[in-house]
């Protein structure tokens, strides 16, 4: 096991500690290994507590919660005979719901870093009193049931970025295709035409080769079609893929015209 040298500063709270380990001890966040996580949290419990330093609640609430996690990992699985009675998931994995407020505190913590950034950059620039903009006020337009925001689809392009760094190139050939914003829009809008209105297409059946080019490409093309209000992204949950649908179509079948 990798041992950590953990170094007293301040975090936002548990799930920033945890994060910060996660990256220092290069883990896998969708694959926790529970007991080393919770030895090196309790590592740094320890330390806040050898100093005198005044611990908040919720720290030790989530140690009180990786314990349990770890603990149930540990239990021997219960073979029981359901034959008869239906599906059964049996493999529902403790660390599921850690992992998903992980995920969520990460989404916030980037877009909130992106902000600080923006904010640093605006202080550059010596503004001016503020102009009276109710006239040019536009109407806000509610999202629809599970649409997503730009944010969310940025967000969904910076992991498969990430993803393929990661992965690094599969073989080492020559790629010279090239790719307009116009040519994918064209692609986009001929994969949605060849499904149903009401089954869309998922949003990483939009790559072929998974360049940087193509990457970039399709973002800005896919920002264009929902910014023109052709394409519609939606996602149930945080945990389901991303669908895209015709919108216009979609309003046109919701009002009875297909």
Do not use: C, W
């Not at 883990?27 to 949290?41: G, S």
């Not at 806040?48 to 349990?68: C, H, K, N, P, W």
């Not at 209000?229 to 079948?253: D, H, T, W």
């Amino acid at each position: 096991m990798k041992e950590l040298n953990v170094k007293l500063e301040k975090f936002e709270g548990p799930l920033d500690l945890l994060l910060h380990l996660i990256k220092t001890l290069e883990i896998d966040i969708y694959d926790i290994p529970i007991a080393e996580i919770t030895e090196q949290y309790m590592v740094y419990i320890r330390s806040m507590q050898e100093l005198d330093l005044e611990l908040a609640g919720e720290y030790i609430v989530m140690a009180a919660t990786l314990m349990s996690i770890k603990s149930r990992t540990l239990l021997p699985k219960l073979e029981v005979d359901l034959s008869g009675i239906g599906e059964y998931d049996d493999e529902i994995d403790p660390r599921d719901q850690l992992v998903a407020q992980l995920l969520e505190y990460r989404k916030y913590k980037y877009a909130a870093s992106l902000l600080k950034d923006k904010e640093f950059e605006r202080g550059k620039y010596y503004t001016k009193e503020a102009t009276n903009l109710s006239d040019y006020r536009e109407e806000v337009i509610p999202l629809e049931p599970n649409e997503i925001t730009t944010i969310d689809l940025f967000l969904a392009f910076s992991d498969i970025v990430n993803r393929q760094q990661e992965l690094g190139p599969d073989t080492a050939s020559i790629l010279t295709e090239e790719y307009t914003i116009e040519d994918k829009i064209q692609e986009i809008l001929s994969q949605l035409f060849k499904v149903r209105v009401s089954e869309g297409i998922h949003f990483e059946s939009l790559f072929n080769m998974f360049t940087r080019n193509e990457i970039v490409t399709t973002f800005l093309a896919l920002l264009e079609l929902v910014k023109s209000g052709e394409v519609i992204a939606k996602q149930s949950n945080k945990e389901e893929p991303i669908v895209l649908y015709r919108k216009k179509e979609m309003e046109e079948v919701s009002h009875g015209s297909i």
